[in-house]
């Protein structure tokens, strides 16, 4: 009988073997149901006619079902996620099961059968009547589902305790989702289309060029906002399907992705195929299909799209390259920009990376030859870029003798907008009403019992919730340390900063985005909508607000508290903080009418702040690039953070100690390791966590140190999950 290999949805880094009845036919990339221990699991067929070597052939048990008739998964996103598994450090089968439709193609049963007990009884003339014939029902369909027995429940728990029945779960082939009509994939909607500029011509047609080498290689668009980078972008995409080769485009946010589908359909019509996480498994599966069966040559979504089901893109698209939301920060934790650029080099396909404010490590990867660079200095139609003002807060507080959120320029500012009947955008980059509930009179800060994180008060619902596992408590009226009843609740957010701004503007028409008013789908596109319709007059959000949005009646941009990300324990601090000024800011004059940008902030003198206020990124890359190549950071290394976690404490502590020393046995030229250290976030969701920074000059010593810490935890018996392995990580929290 042959063998075939398989991959599992399962934390251990290995493959298994399974035989193949004559009855089924498979190739690589068919999922499949197979038993595992008392378990039966949905795997992904890597290999066939594969050798067991090594292996027992009597222990090798036989796939049960076949799931697909033809490969789910292409030739070319097997090599995807081998590489991803290879160089995440995560297992093979994690990273398969996370480029498939959620939707479980089967569903699970709870099955009843008999025992051989149970068998018995069927021919002992002792057993009482009922229970006779509930066994003969089960023995006549060899077993049958438990739902179905659920009139005769207490006489089947009977039964169970005396041994003569078993429950086990069964795996049930899911009726395929059906489609819509065939459409036809070369249609397309004819809309207006924008004059180019001199700078989006040349831009273009040094992408054009680069696409017909058909050759892989990455294009670095750095344009400033309103700059006409999405005009590129679907131009360049009409080339690559005029070449018989479907696209794909990343964005970023999924609050995004509305306003861009919209642009998308208006342009390619129904060739255009959506995915994103905010849409209903039935959804993005019946897109997902569209791609698959190639009804849908253009793909359009968020960081999971980069395994959208295309056959040899020619195109690929990674809008706002710089977003740190295209790094997963669950398993598989892999790097959606990254992975665009593998699976082009793969494809032979041409790679956009566009930005007004790209990655120092892109940057730096343009500006030593491994990418092209390609600019756009100036917006369309010759607009200016908008003003910018900074605000010291210090001195705010000097001359008026009062703490306030807003400062007199930036209250001066929108009321002059709303006399205008112009637009105000508002960033305040923390959520909820305030940021934790201190006791003045014992000091204690009230902090969730799962995470080692205070806890956000949140006024609307009300309540005290943890922004990391979502715990919930009310407020209390007390101190629970002291009993005190002198609570004071510290620390702005979005949802304080609307409700001053109610108080301080009562005619104006408000809105708020963050991730409590954007729950529930749909939330955030109608919010988007009612302001760009102009039926808000001022609209504050977080980051959610500062890029991607082209609403022209937005005059006034305010930022309150720019420099709120600045203390966070990160050496992309300055980065993140540069990024999203310079974006927010981007968002005033994009209309006729100039704009105008103030920035608050008590720390004025930083050189994030100075550089995105004169919105001069060549300015901050200087200077930052400079700070990493003195400390040792990317792009002049590459990083690893490995973290150790554990429910108890003690146990973290000694497992963190073992690994240490294990590692401090490792130490070479290239090679630094920083800790172990608590983790910024001790307690996160139960586990008590500590980790270490590995630092390296190139890679591959990177990798053979990570290699041995996985071939330590597995001779050390650790906890599959106790240790966790983040290459390239984009956040220490």
């Known amino acids: 009988m042959p063998y075939c290999e398989v991959a599992l949805a399962i934390p251990l880094e290995q493959h298994f073997f399974y035989s193949v009845p004559d009855s089924i036919q498979l190739k690589p990339g068919v999922r499949v149901i197979v038993p595992f221990g008392p378990r039966k699991l949905i795997g992904v067929v890597l290999r066939c006619n594969a050798d067991p070597a090594g292996i027992e052939p009597s222990s090798i048990k036989p796939i049960q079902q076949a799931l697909d008739d033809d490969a789910v998964l292409s030739p070319e996103l097997l090599r995807l996620g081998r590489w991803i598994s290879d160089y995440y450090f995560v297992p093979e089968g ?64 009977k039964l169970h305790r005396r041994g003569w029945i078993r429950y086990e779960q069964s795996l049930e082939a899911r009726a395929a989702i059906e489609l819509a009509a065939a459409d036809d994939p070369t249609a397309i909607e004819a809309t207006d289309r924008h004059d180019l500029t001199t700078g989006q011509s040349a831009v273009l047609c040094a992408i054009e060029r680069k ?13 400033v906002t309103g700059s006409g980078k999405t005009e590129v972008y679907l131009r360049a995409i009409e080339h690559c399907l005029a070449k018989n080769r479907p696209a794909l485009m990343l964005v970023p946010e ?35 299909h569209r791609v698959r069966t190639g009804r849908s040559d253009v793909v359009l979504g968020t960081r999971s799209a980069v395994f959208a089901p295309l056959n040899r893109p020619g195109l690929v698209i990674v809008d706002e390259e710089h977003d740190w939301s295209y790094k997963q920060e669950e398993a598989p934790r892999y790097h959606g920009r990254d992975m665009a650029i593998v699976r082009a080099r793969d494809a032979g396909a041409t790679v956009i990376l566009g930005s007004a404010t790209p990655a120092i490590e892109t940057r730096h990867n343009a500006e030593t030859g491994r990418y092209q660079l ?42 002059k907008r709303l006399q205008q009947h112009e637009q105000n955008l508002i960033l305040m980059n923390r959520r909820g009403y305030s940021a934790f509930v201190l006791c003045r009179t014992c000091g204690h800060s009230i902090e969730c019992p799962n995470c080692s994180i205070a806890l956000t008060h949140h006024k609307r619902f009300p309540r005290l919730l943890c922004h990391y596992c979502g715990h919930a408590r009310a407020i209390p009226k007390f101190c629970p340390e002291c009993a005190s009843e002198h609570l004071y609740f510290m620390g702005e957010g979005s949802e304080q900063i609307e409700e001053a701004l109610q108080r301080r503007f009562p005619a104006a028409r408000i809105g708020r985005l963050d991730r409590d008013t954007a729950a529930g789908r749909g939330r955030a596109a109608a919010i988007l909508a009612a302001f760009r319709n102009h039926e808000l007059d001022i609209l504050v959000g977080t980051q959610m607000i500062a890029k991607g949005h082209d609403i022209h009646r937005v005059t006034l941009v305010g930022v309150i508290s720019a420099d709120i990300g600045l203390a966070r324990p990160d050496f992309r601090a300055a980065e993140r903080t540069f990024q999203l000024l310079t974006q927010v800011a981007g968002r005033a004059g994009r209309g006729d009418l100039p704009g105008e940008v103030i920035i608050q902030t008590y720390y004025p003198e930083h050189y994030a702040i100075r550089s995105a206020a004169a919105q001069d990124y060549a300015m901050f890359y200087a200077k930052e690039l400079g700070f990493r190549q003195v400390m040792h950071y990317p792009p002049f290394s590459v990083l690893a953070n490995v973290i150790i976690k554990s429910p108890s404490a003690e146990n973290a502590l000694k497992i963190t100690g073992r690994l240490g020393r294990h590692l401090e046995a490792q130490q070479k030229p290239g090679l630094k390791l920083l800790g172990p250290a608590a983790a910024p976030i001790h307690k996160l969701k139960k586990d008590y966590r500590y980790h270490f920074l590995i630092k390296a000059s190139r890679h591959r010593i990177l990798a053979d140190v990570l290699h041995s810490c996985r071939d330590f935890a597995r001779t050390e018996n650790f906890p599959p999950t106790a240790m966790i392995i983040d290459v390239d990580p984009q956040s220490f929290t």
């Open 211 to 223: 696409m017909d080498s058909g050759q892989f290689g990455v294009v670095l668009l750095h344009g």
């Open 254 to 288: 999924i609050s995004l992705t509305p306003a861009m589908a919209g642009l998308f359909d208006a342009r390619f019509g129904n060739r255009v195929a959506v995915l994103h996480s905010g849409m209903s498994d039935n959804e993005r599966e019946e897109q997902w």
């Open 94 to 157: 994690e990273v398969l099961a996370s480029m498939l439709p959620r939707n479980a193609p089967v569903l699970k049963r709870d099955r009843i059968v008999l025992t051989a007990t149970g068998e018995a009884s069927l021919n002992n003339p002792s057993t009482d009547g009922s229970e006779l014939a509930v066994l003969r029902r089960i023995a006549k369909r060899n077993g049958i589902r438990r739902e179905t027995l659920r009139p005769h429940s207490k006489l089947v728990q």
């Open 374 to 415: 390609l600019e756009l200095e100036h917006r369309v139609q010759e607009r200016p870029l908008a003003q910018t003002e900074i605000v010291d807060m210090r001195q705010e507080f000097v001359e008026t003798g009062k703490k306030s959120f807003l400062s007199r320029r930036l209250e001066e500012e929108i009321e």
